[in-house]
């Protein structure tokens, strides 16, 4: 088992572990952290039939007074509605500031349960114990938390740190093909902002059999940026390589298209239109759009430029008449560049080989 320590400059710090058997020895790892209290555990009715008794009694050997709130699977369920219900399920438990929740599932889960926990009460403790590859990679570090609302992805949130992540790899052995690209898209990711030994897995190696290295990395490499910028005002904005693009291809199919495939065509948008500036080398470029396929990735998008920017301008890097966009240069180093909101359009374009 590996473990890893998040610290942030305020000095908040909390526990990283990667490894198996997590899910049986997480009440007394909880407990290592808190006296035993009322836990609420949150996870989604495709998680809840494989994993939630497990973590159950963990919880109840370790001493807690558990309580269970299941939602139903999918991006749908990071709604104002769900969203309302959780609360109403907290303060049914009589859940108070000394209480824990647990968020039992992928990026959604996480996302749900973190934002509420982070608005019960003025805010509750609460640990990740991620499910999904994509998740244990990415979403569940770093204490971003929000739902989404009609008119975008991940509109209403906030910065909550979560107490722990538990990251059993066990987990991973019920994925799907797809799910387990949804987490690669991130993982690849983050091989092209800062580790060529990370992304060398997914180019040429074999990432099936190398789950705790990847999310470890992974893990690593977040917990530096997000220790040095938790709430994303400078270098945190890197981690959205590929996502203004992901997002709104994520609205435009009405979230058939999950997260992490979204982002494969995101960053495969803005390597193709780097290439094309004269930012990053042809074969380099190549590479990248290789490996993701490789990764049974998609790398094109079915729809516009025009679309895509329309959609990109409620994004959350957008700020007045500007946006940040991320911009690879090489496989380990990119840059943030911000832009007119206006010449988005342009950049997709030049990403998807349209002329506008």
């Not at 000095?11 to 009440?27: A, N, R």
């Not at 992540?165 to 797809?178: F, G």
């Amino acid at each position: 088992m590996k473990k890893q320590i998040l610290t942030t400059p305020d000095g908040e710090s909390y526990p990283i572990l990667t490894g198996t058997g997590l899910l049986e020895t997480c009440g007394q790892e909880i407990a290592a952290l808190t006296a035993p209290c009322r836990a609420m555990i949150v996870s989604d009715s495709n998680v809840a039939p494989l994993y939630l008794e497990k973590v159950v009694n963990s919880l109840k050997l370790a001493g807690f007074e558990v309580h269970t709130h299941v939602v139903s699977p999918g991006e749908n369920s990071k709604s104002i509605a769900v969203f309302g219900a959780l609360l109403e399920s907290f303060a049914e438990a009589h859940l108070t500031r000394t209480d824990i929740a647990v968020a039992l599932g992928g990026g959604v889960i996480g996302d749900l349960t973190g934002f509420a926990a982070g608005c019960y009460l003025r805010g509750i403790r609460f640990v990740q114990i991620p499910t999904t590859l994509l998740s244990a990679v990415d979403a569940s570090v770093g204490g971003k938390t929000a739902i989404n609302l009609q008119h975008g992805k991940n509109l209403a949130g906030m910065f909550h740190q979560p107490a722990a992540v538990y990251c059993d790899i066990n987990t991973l052995k019920s994925l799907t093909p797809h799910e387990l690209a949804d987490g690669a898209a991130e993982a690849i990711k983050t091989g092209i902002l800062g580790d060529p030994e990370l992304f060398a897995i997914y180019e040429t190696g074999d990432p099936e059999n190398d789950a705790e290295e990847i999310i470890s990395r992974a893990v690593a490499y977040k917990s530096k940026i997000v220790t040095e910028d938790p709430q994303e005002h400078g270098v945190r904005k890197l981690l959205n390589l590929g996502h203004t693009a992901a997002h709104a291809i994520e609205l435009l199919s009405n979230f058939a298209i999950s997260h992490g495939h979204a982002v494969a065509i995101g960053t495969a948008i803005v390597t193709r239109a780097a290439v094309k500036r004269g930012i990053m080398k042809n074969d380099e470029g190549t590479r990248i759009i290789n490996t993701l396929k490789r990764n049974h990735l998609p790398t094109d998008s079915a729809f516009t430029a025009k679309e895509l920017s329309k959609i990109a301008t409620l994004d959350k890097k957008a700020a007045a008449k500007d946006i940040t966009v991320i911009i690879p240069e090489t496989i380990g180093r990119c840059r943030m560049e911000k832009i007119p909101i206006s010449a988005l359009e342009g950049l997709f374009a030049d990403g998807l080989g349209e002329q506008v």
